[in-house]
């Protein structure tokens, strides 16, 4: 009998602890995939803020100010990170290098707050979007005769352009 109660015992400890080990393990998984989540949309939205300013309409010519083909994020072929911007309709303007002949999927509902995504890519991965609504400067014809300088002029709600940027999330998973 004293060796059934301390069996017993030992086993309700034991089961315990194991319990408790992965009560444990789950919840510091689930932190650390929630802060890397973070961390990785927080570069999203960095590289859509870095190019959302430097977007500019020339008449009907889009502009991307950086030299964003020169840039390691949209270079990498191993951990490729994408950008393509288009009109309102749909009409692809400008796109990163490495996307080829390939598109991003066009963003449902742009606003002009940053959106994240998840979706399906190539082989199997999972591919994380930042997308919105981007209101590019328009430099103005006339020139400023004291300073000489141009007056830069926001565009309007028609002529906003839609971001998306992509990178693949497989790495975090």
Known sequence: MRRSLQLRLLLGVVSAMVVLLAVV???VYVGFRQTLFTQFDGILRAMVEVL??????????????????RMAEFNNPGLPMNYQ???QDGTAVAKSPLLGLADLAFPLN???AVRFDSLDGPAGSVIRVASCLVYPKIEDATQNQEEDKADLVIASDDQALVLAVSRDLTEVY
């Open 25 to 27: 393990s789950a919840s």
């Open 52 to 69: 959302a300013v430097s977007v500019e309409l020339d008449g009907d010519q889009v502009d991307v100010e950086l030299e964003v083909q």
């Open 85 to 87: 911007l288009w009109r």
């Open 110 to 112: 742009p606003g002009p």
